[in-house]
């Protein structure tokens, strides 16, 4: 049964994981009068423009902080894309950081009896999951994580969306204004359909407690197919300007990565993981179609007009600027787990690996409630002092805060954890918001470098162990 109340019921609330982005804003724009909207935001609100929106504060690393925002809703859309670094220094790659993020959230909505999960997402190709660009697989994994607990699960998958304030669209309308002659490399012959940003809001609603959509992959586009250097052509013609658009057989993912970057006025961390995508056909698979209702589809030249002529953006509350430690450190790393371990079998395994790895440097004690304290050579004072949270701690994922030590600046801030992911095919080690008591150019080059390195060799260790 659909769990869409009757029109003398309350309104469902709907949470948004990254209201502030794009198709978030443009979503509350929208529908703030059909939903009880609740935005979510690392930071404070200073003044929220609709009072009949609400918005949660929330840190997305932890869990505790994503159930306290998930309280209380019945559908939550997930929009978060772990582009760019919250903290001073970040260890890890986007796709630890999203992966980590939606197992995060997947987590809360359980604890929190939320109904269903909606991620907006990329096209898929048919392909085998290990020749797929890392962004697109980064994707894949997030989907396959949000949807491996109890709530329904609502996969939408998109190319790109056209409308005004798209980052991917900008970018094309760029990279047009800019350059009268377009070189273009042989990704631009491959093959996409993309949608307006009318159209994906509209499936985005009719996704919204609709039993015939749990548990379902849709993917989603315009009727036309396109390639990304027709694209250019058409976006040309719609902006009145005349450009030479012509392919060269030869042009490496370097170079694309930069020319993009410098005359589409994008950021890298934007450009590279798109760019790297586009080797890929992005076509909407008929098996996972949008069938739900028909839809009277924008053509392309019609929703490039209204990206371009449009001067209105959806309003956004201001916040307040966001009070924390200036340095602080986060540091994530994936090891494969081969033997389907436990991450209380593998936490277990580090405090033992750790002292012997450096037995004539680091000495381990641990309390017999699971805390361990890592001293240097003969020092009574520890480097570092971890403390279980057994309330918050189960077999996939065991949490340590960080208490003590002289490597450590404040001990009521950052957290170490080991977890499990993707049905226990990965482990995930992380450091949260650790702030270091050594100076800060002293730090980076010292003991980060060296945090990464027993990392990687704690790897090759568990690695070296499967093997047996």
């Given at each position: 049964?659909p769990?869409s109340?009757a029109?003398?019921?309350?309104?469902?609330?709907?949470?948004?994981?990254g209201?502030?982005g794009?198709i978030?804003?443009?979503?509350?724009e929208q529908f703030k009068?059909k939903?009880?909207?609740i935005?979510l935001?690392r930071k404070?609100?200073k003044?929220n423009?609709?009072?009949?929106?609400?918005w949660?504060?929330v840190?997305?690393?932890?869990i505790t902080?994503?159930v306290?925002?998930l309280?209380?809703?019945d559908?939550?859309i997930?929009?978060v894309?772990?582009?760019n670094?919250?903290?001073?220094l970040?260890?890890?790659?986007?796709e630890d950081?999203?992966?980590?993020?939606?197992d995060?959230f997947s987590?809360?909505?359980?604890?929190?009896d939320v109904k269903?999960i909606?991620y907006?997402g990329?096209?898929?190709?048919?392909e085998p999951?290990?020749?797929?660009?890392?962004?697109?697989k980064s994707r894949l994994?997030?989907?396959?994580?949000?949807?491996?607990?109890?709530?329904?699960f609502t996969?939408l998958?998109?190319?790109?969306?056209v409308?005004p304030?798209g980052?991917?669209?900008d970018?094309i309308?760029?990279?047009i204004?800019r350059?009268?002659v377009?070189?273009?490399?042989k990704?631009?012959?491959?093959?996409?359909?993309?949608i307006s940003?009318r159209d994906?809001?509209?499936?985005?609603?009719?996704?919204?407690g609709n039993?015939?959509l749990?548990?379902?992959?849709i993917?989603i586009?315009s009727?036309?197919?396109?390639?990304?250097?027709?694209?250019?052509k058409r976006?040309?013609?719609?902006?009145?300007?005349?450009?030479?658009?012509?392919s060269?057989p030869?042009?490496?993912?370097?170079?694309?990565?930069?020319?993009v970057?410098?005359f589409?006025?994008?950021?890298?961390?934007?450009?590279s993981?798109?760019?790297?995508s586009?080797r890929?056909?992005l076509t909407?698979?008929q098996k996972?179609?949008f069938k739900e209702?028909?839809?009277?589809f924008l053509?392309y030249?019609?929703?490039v007009k209204i990206?371009?002529?449009?001067n209105q953006?959806p309003?956004?509350?201001?916040f307040?600027?966001?009070?924390g430690?200036k340095?602080t450190?986060?540091?994530?790393?994936?090891?494969?787990n081969?033997?389907?371990n436990s991450?209380?079998?593998v936490?277990?395994r580090?405090?033992?690996?750790l002292?012997s790895?450096?037995?004539f440097l680091?000495?381990g004690?641990?309390?017999?409630t699971?805390d361990?304290?890592f001293?240097?050579l003969?020092?009574k004072k520890?480097?570092?002092?971890?403390?279980l949270?057994?309330?918050?701690?189960?077999h996939?994922?065991?949490?340590?805060y960080?208490?003590g030590?002289w490597?450590v600046?404040?001990?009521?801030y950052?957290?170490?954890e080991?977890?499990e992911?993707?049905?226990?095919r990965y482990i995930?080690?992380a450091i949260?918001?650790?702030?270091p008591?050594?100076?800060w150019i002293?730090?980076i080059?010292t003991?980060?470098r060296m945090h990464?390195w027993?990392m990687?060799?704690f790897?090759k260790?568990?690695e070296?162990?499967?093997?047996n």
């Open positions: 049964m769990f109340p029109e003398n019921k309350p309104k469902l609330k709907v949470a948004i994981a209201a502030g794009y978030g804003s443009w979503f509350i009068d939903y009880h909207l935005g935001s404070k609100v003044s423009p609709y009072p009949e929106v609400e949660r504060q840190e997305l690393y932890s902080s994503t306290e925002a309280k209380g809703v559908v939550a997930y929009l894309h772990s582009m670094a919250s903290t001073r970040n260890q890890g790659s986007f950081t999203d992966l980590l993020l939606a995060n987590r809360a909505a359980e604890l929190t269903q909606i907006l990329g096209l898929i190709p048919d999951e290990e020749e797929l660009s890392r962004h697109l994994e997030v989907e396959k994580t949000l949807g491996s607990r109890k709530a329904k996969a998958r998109a190319s790109i969306i409308g304030g980052s991917s669209f970018m309308r760029n990279l204004n350059l009268p377009l070189m273009c490399p990704w631009t012959e491959s093959l996409t359909q993309p940003l994906t809001l509209d499936i985005l609603d009719t996704s919204i039993p015939n749990f548990n379902k992959i993917e586009g009727p036309e197919v396109m390639s990304y250097k027709e694209m250019l976006t040309a013609e719609v902006m009145g300007k005349k450009r030479l658009v012509f060269v030869v042009f490496s993912l370097g170079l694309s990565k930069f020319w970057g410098l589409g006025d994008s950021p890298p961390q934007l450009v993981p798109l760019v790297e586009l890929h056909q909407v698979n996972y179609a209702k028909e839809i009277d053509d030249e019609e929703s990206a371009l002529s449009s953006r309003k956004l509350p201001t307040y600027k966001k009070k430690v340095n450190v986060r540091s994530i790393q994936r090891i494969p081969f033997n389907q991450a209380l079998w936490a277990k580090y405090k033992i690996w002292p790895y450096f037995r680091i000495r004690i641990s309390s017999s699971g361990i304290g001293y240097l003969w020092f520890p480097m570092l002092q971890l403390t949270i057994p309330d918050r701690s189960d996939q994922r065991q949490l340590f960080i208490t030590g490597l600046k404040r001990f009521d950052g957290w170490l080991f977890r992911v993707l049905d226990s995930l080690t949260h918001e650790f702030v008591r050594l100076p002293i730090y080059n003991q980060a990464l027993v990687n060799s790897r260790y568990l070296k162990k499967s093997e």
